[in-house]
């Protein structure tokens, strides 16, 4: 898992900008269709800001301090810093601390967005902008930015020059050896290292294609995986239905246009119970025969349970339904970033989930709660379930401390009622009593972040 940079940003700092390699207009106009629905505006506006106030200079264009830059995008410092950071994930932006003069200096080297050949050709970046705009929309940026080329002429043959009927070869015996940077955009790369998922066994169960042309999407096939929180078995028959008849390859837009229709709901999983389950392999899932924690109280045992064993999205789709609900596209955005930034493992995201809706009462995720909420818990090392919970029962000691006698500005309301977690058969049969119920909630609510 990455874990998340801290930075000492001091707005006073002086900084420099340039360029990687020549960035044109037409850059920026890719960056903008492809790039920002899962970029954000502020990121994006960032990178506008760099580009316009270097792109007529050569060389490096210096600045005193920072203030003229968030002052002109109406950016607070953290603000630039999430946003800075988001650039530099997608390799958008490279940043360097120093020294001139004795005194600190920072450098942002502007980097060229992928082309938009590279940019589909990535399973990773046009994963995440299907999973933002949707099939429809996907579809529409893929035909803009595909060659438009003409009809070729009736018994055309080619009677271009070849390089040798023209030149002679040169001695290049004396030519001085030089150093010349690749400049050349990458794309970023997900950490799956410690993904629970058997690839080569779910692999064999893929019917209609090769093991190595599945290979092929492993990126694509392990981020939405850790997106939906499916098994071997359920990934295989997603893929199944996805491989092109022609030449066996797996259809990406398909793929992705399955799994957002298919597992959108909890109660859909039932669909994918087919031969292929019955051929699964033997792997770590995400169900397991006995609560994960034994903290002698039912109701919070199961809660551990939940947390560990359901995917994010699995996760806030129980809660929800039992208080007649539904998860909206923002929190599946929200939810999805979390996971993109890698500062939280999975339970501890549901245990944030479960704190935001339950205990605090709120009918949606709200993304600067759950920013202030994930960035506190990321600084204090949370990494498991039972460390969100000490998190929280510290938050509240802390704020007992500061304001004695203050209460919540959030209560719940007489007639909700709390959410059950069914992630296998022994949580199903499990009973759990209101008073253990209540005493567990009162350990964690009234969690407030700070100003």
Do not use: C
Not at 34 to 48: D, S, T, V
Not at 164 to 171: E, H, K, R, V
Not at 232 to 255: G, P, W
Not at 291 to 297: D, E, L, S, V
Request: hydrophobic letters at 40%; a neutral charge.
């Amino acid at each position: 898992m990455v874990k998340q940079v801290l930075t000492d940003f001091q707005a006073a700092t002086p900084f420099m900008i340039e360029q990687a390699s020549r960035i044109s207009d037409d850059d920026v106009t890719l960056l903008f269709n492809l790039y920002l629905p899962f970029l954000g505006p502020k990121a994006y506006a960032l990178y506008q800001f760099l580009y316009e106030e270097q792109k007529d200079q050569r060389g490096q264009t210096a600045f005193k301090n920072h203030y003229l830059l968030l002052d002109s995008l109406a950016l607070s410092s953290p603000e630039f810093i999430r946003a800075r950071q988001a650039l530099e994930a997608l390799s958008l932006l490279k940043t360097y601390a120093g020294e001139r003069m004795g005194q600190p200096q920072l450098r942002y080297v502007l980097q060229r967005p992928m082309t938009a050949e590279a940019f589909f050709n990535e399973d990773l970046l046009s994963g995440l902008l299907f999973h933002y705009v949707g099939e429809e929309r996907f579809l529409v940026l893929a035909k803009r930015y595909q060659a438009k080329r003409g009809a070729p002429l009736q018994q055309q043959k080619e009677l271009s020059a070849s390089f040798l009927s023209i030149f002679d070869l040169p001695d290049t015996q004396h030519k001085p050896n030089v150093a010349i940077e690749d400049a050349k955009t990458v794309a970023p790369k997900a950490d799956f290292d410690q993904v629970s998922f058997d690839f080569e066994g779910m692999a064999a169960l893929v019917h209609g294609t090769t093991t190595e042309k599945v290979q092929k999407v492993r990126e694509l096939i392990l981020t939405q995986q850790v997106l939906y929180g499916l098994n071997e078995a359920e990934m295989a028959t997603a893929l199944t239905r996805s491989i092109n008849l022609d030449d066996h390859e797996v259809n990406k837009q398909a793929f992705l246009a399955y799994l957002a229709s298919t597992w959108s709901n909890r109660k859909q999983k039932q669909q994918l119970a087919d031969q292929g389950a019955e051929r699964s392999v033997t792997a770590k899932t995400v169900a397991s025969e006995e609560p994960t924690a034994k903290t002698g109280n039912r109701a919070l045992d199961a809660l551990y349970q939940a947390a560990n064993n359901l995917s994010p999205i699995d996760f806030i789709s129980q809660i929800k339904e039992q208080n007649a609900g539904y998860v909206t596209q923002n929190e599946r955005r929200i939810l999805n970033d979390l996971l993109e930034k890698r500062i939280l493992p999975v339970p501890a995201i549901n245990l944030l989930t479960y704190q935001v809706l339950v205990n605090m009462d709120q009918s949606d995720l709200k993304r600067n709660l759950v920013d202030a909420i994930a960035n506190s818990w990321a600084k204090a090392g949370v990494r498991t379930a039972e460390d969100a919970v000490a998190a929280i029962k510290a938050h509240k000691d802390k704020s007992r401390q500061k304001a004695t006698g203050r209460t919540s500005t959030w209560s719940r309301s007489a007639n909700k009622q709390e959410p059950t977690f069914t992630s296998n058969e022994a949580a199903k049969k499990q009973q759990v009593d209101q008073a253990a119920v209540k005493q567990a909630l009162d350990l964690m609510k009234n969690y407030k972040t700070k100003d």
